[in-house]
């Protein structure tokens, strides 16, 4: 059975780090056999970003220009994704954010980049990017009731707790 810590503390109020918790109820007769950490490495780069708005790129036919919102600025982004639409809630990386080559699989630093002539201040992300997933047809769609400027850590990382049940 796997639990979010997320989840859990809509239910229980507990200050334990995830791994004294695991101890505590291993030591309570359920067995976790393991404790997964989702996000924690994103560090404060990559946010939930708003697309403002969204316009053709001049030099190129598959691109698009996403002016997106952070709440606190507005950067000019790159896009080559076919499902970027105007008014969705993405997650964005700022340059020199630590994310994951789509193709490599390696670790790689996001560095600002100039796209056929016009300059991108980031990267919208797909699951693959953000170690999420293998899913890279696509940037992530966040829900309508995202937080603008939030630290992606803070909306999507958690912890989760696999716990065995044991027959006794």
């Known amino acids: 059975m796997r639990v979010s810590l997320k989840w ?8 334990l780090a ?10 309570a007769g359920l067995e976790v056999s393991a404790v997964e950490k989702i996000g924690g490495d ?9 697309v403002r708005e969204l316009e053709q790129h001049p030099n190129a036919d598959r691109l698009k220009l996403a002016t997106v919102d952070l709440g606190t600025e507005t ?5 080559g994704a076919p499902n970027i639409e105007s008014g969705q809630k993405i ?17 790689m630093t996001l ?3 100039r796209i056929r002539g016009v300059v ?7 699951e693959r990017e953000l170690g999420l997933g293998d899913d890279h047809t696509g940037i992530i769609v966040l829900p309508e009731d995202a937080p603008v400027g ?9 912890v989760v707790l696999d716990i065995d049940i044991t027959p006794n």
Do not use: Q
Request: aromatic share 6%; proline share 3%.
């Open 18 to 27: 995830p791994e004294d918790l695991a101890h505590r109820l291993t030591m």
């Open 75 to 79: 950067l000019k982004i790159v896009c």
């Open 150 to 158: 939030t630290l992606l850590d803070n909306y999507l990382g958690d």
């Open 8 to 15: 859990l503390r809509e239910y229980v109020d507990f200050d």
């Open 120 to 126: 991108s201040e980031g990267m919208v992300c797909s």
């Open 42 to 50: 994103w560090g404060d780069t990559i946010l939930v970003g708003h």
């Open 111 to 113: 560095k600002a980049a």
């Open 91 to 107: 997650v964005l990386a700022r340059v020199g954010s630590r994310l994951t080559d789509p193709d490599s699989g390696r670790d």
